[in-house]
């Protein structure tokens, strides 16, 4: 009865969906308010339906319902209660069940906090979200239902979950990186209705920026959170493979970074205005590439969970209409939404545009080595398949990067329409020396030598720190105390301010576990041991052991450092009774400026294994920066001016704004 | 005016030089970065440059798996696709999916004794899956004179 019930949630919150892309619109061009406001009371009633339905399939897990088909493959009687509730979103049905939820509670969010928005244009904006709904909700109801039944056979025990995802970061990952996905679906949204109205000023940016902002900082954890989970449960100590599924989440990241930098000269500056819409719609549009890359099983991948072509054309259609209809639109009404404000060359707006060109640029790189293996094909047909490995994507983003990360220390420092050349010379000398200079000593002081890239990252790293140092104190410096200073400084500055530095972070956090992690496999026996630097890791032998849906070894390695105990990791092997299949779990202790990763391989007879032992230092780093960049897209948006109730009559009235009003409409 | 389109030109070098720089690295690096598979048919015909970095792969014939009297971590097994076998050695732990009689992709390259030498040990995350490249390879052996190769 649940399953079923959970099917009509879901076809009733279709027919919602097919309300809210209708009606508003409808009320729009009548001039009718009521079937304008309509569109509030839709949106929560999706949502509700999208989460009844979420909370059937739920209860279908959690109550073992093999006789839904979707439960019986990845559940089992076993399985712990917390994965089987994750299990919801563990395949291909429920983590589209999940997406369209998301999409469903974003839609709700701006209905619910865009009370400012003139009702016109939220019409519009719910009713483009309702069109993708609608979209999403046809392909799962069509094409994989989660709620499918095996009645007549009904099967006694599932089959489980992939032991891969029986694990925290899959509790996390997905939602965060779908709210991420998903979230742009907002900025598209409000760009199409910038297309459809011819109203793009600074009001419309400073509704956008807030919601792309929140989905940028979604995707962000939600890459980073991937990474960590490769990190620790793929179980090699590899965080970034440059595997497709990482490409296709690492886009629409690339891309929306653009957009939030191209949104902040739209909104300041009324430029821009044309290319913040493009970039809008080409978020969004990754974001469904990646989800029919990933699908359709098109490109071989981890996360290719089905391959099923039927699937991979419905996908691949409503990508189609989503770019077609878009850049068609774009084409006819881009003209009409031009900004003409000047600048001159060294003005912030020109940084940011080289920041922005940089940032697509790196992201068609991307895209083209990501494809290539597939254009190859349709040229050479099956004969000599390709690959793409890291080199190449490692070539082409890494010097791209370096350059950004240059014009980040004078793009933030220099200031709108025009910056003097010898006032960015007198903040940013003093910067350049001291960030060269440590760039040399400190690895050399450290580890007694230096080489190109770690010089290279180490300096950048610094540029980028002491820039905003050298910037924070420039703009406390007229109050009458420092910190009455820093306080003056608004939140979107900080937030600014604090994403850069989780950059630097980053930079430092990848160059330095890059080059100065030892990565050993060795065949130990028990009592065997293994030196790296001043640790010394002691196989104590693996031992079977019991969990509640495996059977595991347990291995015990006993570390020393400087020849005293120091600590004790154990790794496991594990194999799960319902499937057969083997999880290896590495261990990990977890430090500040290091990483100690212990891994069992194989066995090798007479209880020897092959154990990959690795010393990875600044590794935690790497998260530590994406964090730091996530927590700075939120802070900015907690900037009071985004709180302020202003609609579009305010905005053109406002000071900020005046020069811009008259050019726009 | 004249100014304005001064720097209106000064953007769109920039924008020509950027595409340039970003064509160049591109070419660069697919020189670098681009793997071929061959299948283990070809690879016994010689049909891979010497020297260069490849992927080859097929089925793990069973019992090929031979880890006694190896130095250290490594480890030999021979890839098939019925029609003729590769042997491939690799020094580390074998990715959880590895077995016998399952499909492979090895990531390397053939040394002076003709012995392929993995990077990398590629096998799929789930077990119903069988990568695309071995897929292929598999088919590819059949379409050759399978007769011969299975007998």
Request: charged share 15%.
């Amino acid at each position: 009865m649940i399953p079923e019930l959970g099917n009509f949630a879901l076809v009733l919150a279709l027919s919602l969906s097919l309300l809210l892309s209708v009606l508003p619109m409808v009320g729009v061009y009548r001039r009718n308010e009521l079937l304008m406001s309509l569109s509030r009371p839709l949106c929560a009633g999706i949502w509700v339906f999208m989460l009844l339905s979420f909370a059937c399939l739920a209860w279908a897990f959690l109550h073992d319902d093999f006789s839904v088909a979707y439960v019986s493959r990845n559940s089992n009687t076993l399985l712990p209660a917390i994965y089987k509730f994750t299990g919801v979103w563990g395949g291909h049905e429920g983590s589209l069940l999940l997406w369209v939820l998301m999409v469903a509670s974003w839609t709700y969010a701006v209905s619910l906090f865009s009370r400012g928005l003139p009702l016109d244009i939220l019409a519009r904006v719910l009713a483009v979200m309702g069109i993708i709904s609608v979209s999403f909700l046809l392909f799962m109801l069509l094409t994989s239902n989660p709620f499918d039944r095996l009645l007549l056979n009904t099967p006694a025990e599932g089959s489980d979950l992939n032991p891969l995802l029986q694990d925290f970061g899959l509790i996390v990952h997905p939602p965060f990186l779908y709210m991420g996905y998903v979230g742009f679906s907002v900025a598209y949204a409000f760009a199409i209705t910038a297309l459809l109205t011819g109203k793009l000023d600074a009001a419309w940016a400073r509704w956008t920026r807030p919601w792309t902002n929140l989905a940028w900082a979604f995707l962000t954890i939600g890459i980073a959170l991937g990474s960590w989970w490769a990190y620790y449960e793929l179980g090699w100590g590899g965080w970034w493979f440059w595997d497709p599924t990482e490409n296709v989440a690492f886009m629409p990241w690339l891309v929306g970074t653009a957009l939030i930098h191209s949104l902040a000269v739209t909104e300041k500056r009324g430029v821009f205005k044309s290319w913040t819409v493009l970039l809008a719609i080409a978020a969004f549009s990754l974001s469904l590439l990646g989800t029919f890359i990933i699908r359709s099983g098109l490109i071989t991948s981890v996360h290719a969970f089905a391959v099923d072509p039927e699937r991979g054309l419905v996908l691949l259609t409503i990508l189609l209409i989503v770019i077609g209809v878009s850049l068609f639109l774009y084409a006819l009404r881009a003209p009409v939404v031009k900004g003409t404000s000047s600048y001159t060359a060294t003005s912030r707006e020109v940084f940011l545009l080289i920041n922005n060109i940089l940032l697509v640029v790196s992201t068609a790189g991307i895209l083209l080595g990501t494809l290539y293996p597939l254009l190859h094909e349709a040229i050479n047909g099956e004969a000599n398949m390709v690959s793409v490995g890291p080199p190449y994507f490692n070539t082409i983003f890494l010097p791209l990067m370096g350059i950004l990360s240059v014009f980040l220390g004078v793009g933030s420092i220099s200031r709108w329409k025009r910056t003097s050349v010898s006032y960015l010379k007198e903040m940013l000398v003093n910067v350049a020396i001291a960030s060269v200079v440590l760039g040399v000593m400190v690895p050399l002081v450290v580890t007694r030598e230096v080489n190109l890239p770690i010089f290279l990252a180490v300096s950048l790293a610094f540029w980028i720190v002491f820039g905003i140092v050298r910037d924070v104190l420039d703009k406390s410096a007229n109050k009458a105390s420092r910190l009455a200073g820093m306080k003056s400084l608004s939140l979107s500055y900080w937030g600014m301010q604090v994403a850069h530095l989780g950059f630097a972070v980053i930079i430092l956090g990848i160059c330095l576990t890059s080059h100065y992690s030892v990565e050993r496999d060795v065949r130990l026996a028990p009592g065997e041991s293994i030196s790296i630097r001043n640790y010394e890791f002691i196989f104590e032998g693996a031992t079977p052991q019991n969990g509640p849906n495996y059977q595991s070894q347990a291995g015990v390695v006993t570390v020393l450092k400087n020849g005293r105990d120091y600590l004790t990791l154990h790794p496991e092997k594990r194999t799960y009774y319902a499937t057969g299949s083997v999880q290896t779990e590495a261990d990990i202790d977890v430090g500040f400026f290091r990483d100690l990763f212990a891994a069992l391989g194989d066995e090798r007879g007479g209880g020897a294994w092959v154990v990959r032992i690795h010393l990875k230092p600044f590794v935690f780093w790497i998260w530590l920066g994406a964090f730091l960049m996530a927590g700075g897209g939120v802070g900015a948006i907690l900037d009071k001016r985004y709180r302020a109730r202003v609609n579009a009559h305010q905005a053109a009235a406002s000071p900020a704004a005046t020069n811009l009003a008259g050019q726009v409409s | 005016m004249l100014a304005h389109r001064k720097q209106k030109l000064a953007i769109v070098m920039f924008i020509i030089f950027g595409t340039a720089v970003a064509v160049g690295l591109v070419l660069v690096a697919l020189e670098e970065g681009i793997n071929v598979f061959y299948t283990p048919t070809e690879v016994s015909a010689g049909d891979v440059p010497a020297g260069q970095n490849f992927r080859v792969g097929g089925m793990v014939k069973t019992g090929s798996l031979k880890t006694e009297g190896l130095d250290g971590a490594e480890v030999n097994f021979i890839t098939t696709d019925f029609c003729n076998d590769v042997v491939v050695s690799y020094s580390g732990p074998l990715p959880d999916l590895f077995r016998e009689g399952q499909g492979v992709v090895a990531d390397g390259f053939i040394d002076e004794a003709g012995i392929f030498r993995a990077n990398q040990i590629l096998a799929k995350h789930d077990e119903n899956y069988m990568s695309a490249e071995v897929k292929a390879s598999l088919d590819a052996a059949e379409g050759q004179d399978a007769e011969v190769c299975r007998q």
